[in-house]
């Protein structure tokens, strides 16, 4: 069956850094979204993405997340300057059509702020 | 600011036990989905309730939709230790630009001993 696969599983990054999370879509999906999970926390929506546009963004979302569908088959989350509190589970996800459709969603990304 | 409330946070029980997971929300949504996460996985869709009181049964799990489409059930019955995992209720909303938008509840953990 195929699955959204995220890379790296965990990234340790210093404060300050920017850093890029992978993740490659199911093929036939279009629509594809980037939610995080803080320990101890709920999953939290970040920003889905529709037709090489972002189609909603949450107020975590801020200037300092980029997403891109650079070549068709990837889609990447850049956080350009991380703080401390960016620590958390990225999780990747993506559905094939909008209605009620479910979302497929990737193993996540553990990102260590240090 | 839309919210979903699972109760109990925490559920242990004993194998062949029944138990209830309730989600409750501030706000209706067109639709609602249940989801279970394994440590270190994704979430991974169980079932979508879309009309208010629909009932879905997955072999040992029922799903229930309330009337005004703010809250949801999860009962499972016979509880086996495979069912042991983290149950998280999601919200469906629809923005505007394409896609499903998931406002994710405050999970129910749930273990299953023998």
């Known amino acids: 069956e195929p699955e959204v696969t995220q890379t790296p599983s965990h990234q340790v990054t210093q404060m300050g850094q920017e850093v890029i999370l992978r993740c490659v879509p199911i093929?036939?999906?279009?629509?594809f979204y980037w939610y995080r999970q803080i320990l101890g926390q709920k999953v939290e929506f970040l920003v889905s993405?529709?037709?090489?546009?972002?189609?909603?963004k949450s107020e975590i979302f801020d200037d300092q997340f980029s997403v891109e569908r650079p070549d068709g088959s990837n889609f990447t989350l850049k956080i350009r300057s991380t703080k401390l509190e960016d620590s958390a589970m990225y999780f990747c996800?993506?559905?094939?059509?909008?209605?009620?459709?479910?979302?497929?969603f990737g193993n996540g990304t553990r990102l260590t702020v240090t | 600011t839309q919210l979903l409330e699972q109760s109990p946070q925490f559920l242990s029980i004993q194998e062949g036990e029944n138990l209830t997971v309730y989600c409750n929300s501030s706000?209706?949504?067109?639709?609602l989905q249940w989801y279970r996460q394994e440590p270190g996985e994704g979430p991974v869709l169980l079932v979508t309730?879309?009309?208010?009181?629909e009932v879905k049964k997955l072999k040992r799990l029922t799903f229930q939709f309330g009337d005004a489409r703010k809250d949801s059930s999860l009962h499972i019955t016979a509880a086996q230790p495979g069912d042991t995992g983290l149950y998280l209720c999601?919200?469906?909303?629809?923005?505007?630009?394409?896609?499903?938008?998931?406002?994710f509840g405050t999970g129910t953990q749930l273990k299953v001993e023998l």
């Open positions: 996800a993506s559905s094939q059509s909008s209605y009620n459709s479910p979302l497929h």
């Open positions: 093929s036939n999906h279009l629509y």
């Open positions: 993405f529709y037709n090489n546009e972002i189609s909603e």
């Open positions: 706000s209706v949504f067109s639709s």
């Open positions: 309730v879309v009309t208010g009181g």
């Open positions: 999601a919200g469906v909303t629809r923005p505007t630009g394409g896609g499903n938008k998931l406002t």
